[in-house]
């Protein structure tokens, strides 16, 4: 694998990661599998934000839960802070869920309805298996809600009290409770109206510099992933497409130049005109030996629908997967 960065500088490292799903099988039915996720190799840099875009059905998702081992990989292996995830047993991988937590895209149902928020922030001591006492919860909860910008007032509300942007702060408190280094965002802000998107990206930027968080950093909002994040990784059907170094690097992959030039601006002066991409999405089932973007690229050849471009670096960090990549 090619590193995208020096692997001293990586909290988390994937190489050839893979995951397989199954469907049919039954009567008259032949079983199909489709992979997901399709031999990606990222690194995570410390202290970095990392983001992972692309269409919906792309493997954003399901990359995040491989990370983390919310799923089990099909192939491949995940390193993180050197420890190998595939190889460490149940009591192990609790031990290691202290240091990397998820903050899922729904608030609506990522935290239990039965629960009061108190008892919603408590919850990860109970399960690490650390008791407190009376004061000390108290302590740690009025913490973590001070924290992350909300009142001590709602502590004995249930869920359904609160708005999607209160619950949204609740989530990211709960995954902060054991003060972990590592956390996967996926989507935090797709459910929460304009406004209050802006109020969660400003609190995540802001933990991110008071507690030396790194971040994986999963949507589809372009705009966002560009202002926010260090890093662009672009996926297609499973696969990684390029990764930009930063922001306003040029992208020069002819997938990720379309879907990074489809974001409209919102200065009526700076508008353009977007160049639909052309052609049918491939079906995820079937087995694409060349490039999968080949079939909507303009610049295919031959050998993109031959053989699988690796992904190589450009320099800089600055990595893609093409045969003929964009000038």
């Known amino acids: 694998m090619d590193a995208s960065v020096p692997r001293d500088d990586s909290l988390v490292t994937m190489t050839d990661l893979t995951r397989e799903f199954s469907s049919g099988g039954g009567f008259m039915k032949p079983r199909r599998t489709m992979r997901a996720v399709n031999d990606v190799s990222l690194d995570v840099p410390r202290g970095k934000v990392t983001g992972v875009v692309g269409e919906s059905g792309c493997g954003k998702s399901t990359l995040a839960r491989l990370v983390l081992r919310l799923l089990e990989a099909t192939e491949g292996t995940v390193i993180f802070d050197g420890k190998n995830l595939a ?51 108290r302590a740690t909860v009025d913490e973590l809600i001070s924290m992350v910008g909300l009142s001590p007032r709602i502590m004995d509300s249930f869920p359904h009290q609160l708005s999607g942007g209160q619950k949204q702060r609740v989530g990211i408190a709960r995954a902060l409770a054991l003060r972990p280094s590592f956390l996967v965002l996926d989507e935090p802000t797709a459910s929460l109206d ?112 031959r053989e699988r471009p690796p992904l190589t670096n450009l320099g800089d960090g600055h990595m893609i997967a093409c045969h003929n990549p964009m000038d």
């Open 194 to 305: 304009v406004s209050i998107q802006a109020q969660i990206v400003d609190l995540l930027e802001a933990l991110k510099e008071e507690l030396g968080l790194t971040y994986l950093f999963i949507s589809h909002d372009l705009s966002l992933v560009r202002y926010f994040c260090d890093r662009v990784v672009v996926m297609y059907l499973g696969r990684v497409m390029e990764i930009l170094p930063g922001a306003e690097t040029q992208p020069r992959h002819h997938y990720a130049h379309a879907l990074l030039d489809s974001n409209f601006e919102p200065d009526p002066t700076r508008r353009k005109i977007v160049t639909m991409l052309g052609g049918e999405i491939p079906s995820p089932f079937a087995k694409i030996p060349g490039c999968a973007f080949a079939a909507r690229c303009p610049a295919a050849s031959d050998a993109c629908r």
């Open 87 to 137: 190889t460490q047993s149940q009591a192990e991988m609790r031990k290691l869920r202290r240091q990397m937590q998820m903050v899922f895209q729904d608030p609506y149902s990522a935290i239990d309805p039965r629960y009061t928020i108190r008892r919603a922030l408590l919850e990860p001591f109970q399960v690490q298996g650390e008791a407190k006492t009376a004061a000390e919860a």
